[in-house]
Every structure is written in C-alpha cells, then in structure tokens.
C-alpha cells in the first residue's frame, strides 16, 4: 500500500460568486470522484484562528508540530535551494531592490526582476568572503529562487540570527543591520552583514547587467535587502538524524522515513516545499522550477510522482503552486482554471490501485483577501474497496467536505489517520 | 434519571461487502429506533492513529486517560478474576503450553486446551509457595481465564515487575524469565518466577488430566509461559480510593461512584472488562464466563441488566464481546449476525423510561484486519423527549453516525456529556 498525497497550495477559498468558493464553481470530474469513493473532512492546517504559512502548514500536515519544529523561512528556502547548510549557519530570505544615489530604495523589489537578469545578477555576488573585526572569514552565499526572491545564507565561526531586518517593508532609507540582543556574536554578525550588503551594491551597480536594464527603462537591481534571519544549530545537511530550531534553540527531528517507517519522496518545484521535504528527511526529485508557476503545464511533475510510485516510494508528496498564486493575486478565475488543469492532470491517479490518495492544501488562500487566512482546508482520503468507510460526501469542495465522515479535524490528525489505515498505528493495551 | 451504556466490543469495522459494513449490512431495527430518536457521533477511543487495547478502550470511555491510569492487563485480568489484588502484588498473563521432553515449547497453547481440563490442571498448580533467596515465602496464584488463557498473580515482599516475559509468541526453547533491570528486586522475583515454572511443569506432567489428553491425542497441558508483567501499587483492592499504575508508577484513581456521584454496576462475563469495572470501583455482577461466547444467548445478560436499572443503579454497563471475536476471527457474516441477535436482544430496553440509552464500543475490530484498528467508532446517545436534542440519523453505523449531531468526538468526551444531559456537570463561571 503506497500514500500519494496531493497538495494544491492555498486552495481553500471564500465565495467569489453567485455564493460559490472557486472549488464550488470548479469542474474537477476527478477530485469529485475520488471524493465519492472516499472520505471527507475540512481541516485546520494548525489550528482555528491560525494563519499558516505554507512552511508551517505542511510542516503540520506532515506531522511535525510547527510550534516546535519551524526552524524560520531563510533556513528552509536554502535547504530547497540545494545549498549545503550546516550546523551554525544563518540564512536569509533577501529581495533584489532598487537605490538611488543617496541610499533610499525606491523600489523594494527592482520592477519585479525574474528570469536571466536576475540569475545573471545573483551570480555576480553568489559567493563572497567578509573579514570579520577578528580578521575570521564569513562566507556570505546568495541564490536566486524566483522574481526578486532571493535567499542568503552566510557561514562563519561565533554567528548569531539576532539581527535585524534590512527589508522594512517600506520604501525610503536603507535601514541597516543592527544587533537585536547585546551579545558580540550578534554585532559581529550585523557589521559583517552591512559590509556584504555595501561589497554586493558596488559589484550590483556597476554590472552590464543592470546598466542594460538602465538602458530600457528597467529599475536597476542595485541592492538587497534581507529579512528573517534563521539558524540550523545542531543541524545535519538535508537527511541527518536531528536538526534544531530557531534562534538556536535546538531542536531533534525524527525524520520522516524513521518517524513513519516509509520512504518519502517530494515532488515540488518551489524551493521553500522542497525545503521543508529536505528539513523533515524526504527525498526531493529535481523538477524545473518553472513548473511551479500558474500557466505551467502539470503534466511532468504528475508523470514524476508516478514514476516514484512505479518504483515503489511509500509516501509520495505532489505539489501543485497555481492555486496560491491566483489567490494571491486576487483572480479567482484563475484559481478555477488552475483547480480545473490540476483536475484533468491528476486523471492517471484513479487507476492506481493500493494507493491511498489525499488531496488537500496547507492553507487557504481567499481570493478577496490576496493573502493566507486562518480558515480551514478540505481534505479528502481516498482508498482501496474496504479500506476507506466512504461518506455520503459527492464533492470535493470547502462545503461538502464539512459535511463529511471525517468532520473537522487538524493537520495534525493526518498521519495518524492515514498510519491507522495502512496498519502502521501502534496499539496501546491489549 | 439513570444511563444504561451497551457496549459492542470490536464492533467499529470497514466495509466488507457491497461497499458496506457490517453494522451497515445488519437488520438492527432497535439500533436504528435509539439513533432516530437519539444523537449520534462517531468517536476515537483514544486519538486519532491510536489502536485500543479493550482495556485502554473501555478506561477512556469511562473516563479513565488511559496514559495516566493504564494499569496493565495482567492486574485487570487478575481483577476480573475475583483475586483479591493487594498493593505490591505482580500479576501476568500466561497461557497453558505445550513442552517437548527437552523443554522446547511446540504449542503456545496447547491444543487451545479450554474447558474441564484446562480447569482442573489450573487448580492442581492454583496455590503454590516458592521460597525466595532470602527465605521469604513469594505466593503464586494461578487461575483459569478462558481457552488457553490464565492469570498468575504472586505475592511477596519487594517483588518487581521488571522481569521479562516468558512467552516470546514463537514456538522453540523456553525463555526463562530475566530481570530487565539492574535492581536485586527484579533478579529475585525472576528466580522465583522461574522456580515457579519448574514446580507448576512438574505438577502438570504427572496429572491425571494430561495423561488422560495424552490418550486422546491431545497436546498435554504441561507448560505456562507468561507476559506482560505488571504491579499494582499504592493499591486498596477492588474499590478503594487510590490504585496504582505499572512498573510500579503510583496513580491515584479517584472511584467511578466518586467521580460521577453515581453508583455503576458491570455486566459483563470476559475476565478483562470485569477487572477494568473493578478497578475502577464499578461493582461487577456475577455472570457465567460462558455468556460472552459469539453464540451465547444474550438474555440472562440482558436480564441482569435491567433487574439493575430497576434496583436504582445509576449507571449499568451492558458488555456484549460476540463482535470483537467474530472480527477476530475475520467472519463478517458472524459479526452481522451477532450484531442482529444483540439488537433482538435489546428490544426490552427500549420501553425504558427516565434512562439514557447509549450504544458504543470500545474499538474497531475490522473483519479484513482480524485485529483493533485506530478507525474511530460510531456511537448513540438517546434519551427521553426533550433532553437530547434527535439529529437527522436514522441508521446506527460508522457512516451514518459520522454525519450526526455528535461529530465526531473521542471517547474522553462521553462521560463528561452525559453528565451534562443529567444536570451533573459543573457550572464554570456565573
């Protein structure tokens, strides 16, 4: 028996029209039939009045209490980048952004830089060397990950997370890095990363790059900006038997091959689900990033998650972007056409056979608000004939399954419920 | 107002045939009458991904945490027996066993020996004194439970129960028990245990009763092998106010009658749930053992029952076991059977009035699985007119009852809602 679950990311919504959420106004022939063989539920990601973020969110879809275990978004955008982190290292999520001459940003986010400009750009400053006060070398590394997205991880002897954001969230003058606890470690920590920040605007400024984009009328990505400084203490790279917390406070993983005795495998193209995969000890299959986005065609990433079924993985985790991105952009009939490939794509599924499959969400992402609310998120739990008690439940969708045999219930809930059908759950008495 | 709770043990299943149940495929026109007029819900015993044991199935039901109370099977069963279990006391499973002349078990059971033998060889080995290293008397005695099946309970000065068990669940070499910590207390109540062995083997080779199966081809009696050792400390035997947890951990249980200011009679016939009914400070009725087989006549119980409810008690648990060993035994035609025998059974309870009537179970026994699964069972509270509030259910089984009034809930809940329809529970606040 193998689990595939099926994630559309933000996929819980509010009604948008004539009542309707975009799943009630969907044509999804296949998610409704595997509701209707299945079993339905509406799930709090973390809890009634939490906002998840997608990091927390699957975190405790998977079973991993965020509370405990959410290590910061800078450390997972790296672990999914494919960067090497270590024990000790602090990462950052950084944008690319827009100064003028006298160190005002004028724009947070350089036009919305993507795609060559921005990879030809992090590559002039992807690896720099900073002497700290003690003459000790601070490695600063720099990736892109998608648009102005960009993630900073910096390694060196005595760092500390407990510095500043330089990203206020408002355009005006650089606010540079300051030590946010008295420590020496955090003021070394945010001289080193001024000092960064200073090397990287003289390399930015004056690259062909840029001085092109000047040419068409383009903000110039001259600086970076950086927010939610994080730590992996007591971390081992990617697959390791104990990671740690932030701020560094430490924290042991159980990862999820040993926590669950099954192989995992992740297939996502968003750096910050793989690095959640990677976090928690699942394998993560390399797919074109460019998958992820809302007019992508969702065919290769099913064709991935399948050639991993074929080859026997036990727990095989498919994400699909498009939903959270049309919710983020407030376009909800882009989120029923997104919902509607995904639908279409998903069609090779129904015929596995002793596959449990789940579809559901980390959050909900409603149109109206452009933004993640604390609102709960279908699920369903389909299964093989006598696995699964099925409900009276037809439809998948935010309604019906609030009607359905598994009620409201937390991520929390959902590795248990689904070990208890393979027969993995421990008895307790006799 | 009194509460009639009719427990259907292992009754909670998954479909068997025709996508159905067989609580779904049973005709139970009584079941299905309390739904209609009563609320329904379907319930983790104890958590989502948790397999009860009945004993952590029943404990919770009543409200018992069973992390907090569970005492072990041993001590229950010894309970359940009618020993009179006193703190300090070490009580264990065993099973009659079958040895070769170089003492390799070749049946765990011995032939499933039941019945007269088996009754007749537990009393020639019931009471027996072995003298410790330091010349203290250690009492062991042993009784017949049912099958194969017995309770040793020994007595002594600083005994532990951290000695390992004796039957390893394969054929082979006898493992002789060993302390499983490094405590002098330990190593001597292991030595006695094994001492023990030795004199009840000696009794069992030369009876008259083995001899006797010998003749007949049966595998002979000769053997005990034990498990799950367990104490009861801080105890007070039967109903006293504080007992005691495993491993010597104390616990102080605070009495049914006490808890719920409610007297609470037992009706059942398997050892466990009688032992658990005790140690909780239920009193438990006198039943033939024999009533709890899957073709027992179920009225004499029924009976008892009722001449309870019309004595005044409060709170009568009605136990029925035919479900859990039809599931057991994976005969989903039994298990429908029994459950319409149970529900012809029933029928007088039905004219009761001023009762509130509740029919649950203590786990899943899914036919497909032979064993407890962590799938959540349905449950039925009826009551008189105007005290529950009726829901849209008509049908008493696992999906019909996921779509009731009740939700879903976990068996925590039960008591603390039943004292709220009687006007028990307390006022919090003004």
Redesign the interface.
Known sequence: MQILLIALDGLGDRPVSRGKTPLQLAKKPNMDRLAKGGISGISYPIGPGIVPGSDTGYLSLFGYDPYHFYVGRGILEALGSGAKVHEGDIAFRANFSTVDGKMNIIDRRAGRIDGKDADELAKSISKIIVKDRRGKDITFQFEHVHGHRCVLLIRGQDLSPMVSDTDMHVVGQVAWAKAINPSDDAKRTADALNEWLKKANAILKSHSTNKRRKERGLPEANFIITRGASMLTKGVPYKGASYSGIYGEAVSITPFKEKYKMDATCVASGFLYKGVARYIGMDVMSIDRKVGALHADLDEKVKAALSELKKGTDFVFLHFKGTDVAGHDGDWKAKVKFIEKADKAIAPFLKLKDTIIVVTSDHSTPCALKAHSADPVPILIHGP????????IAKFDEVSAS???????RHA?V???????L?K??????
């Open positions: 004939a006598g696995m699964i008690r099925p409900d009276h009607h359905g045999g598994l009620d409201t219930l809930d590795m248990p419920i689904l070990l208890g059908l027969g759950a421990k008895m307790f008495g006799t």
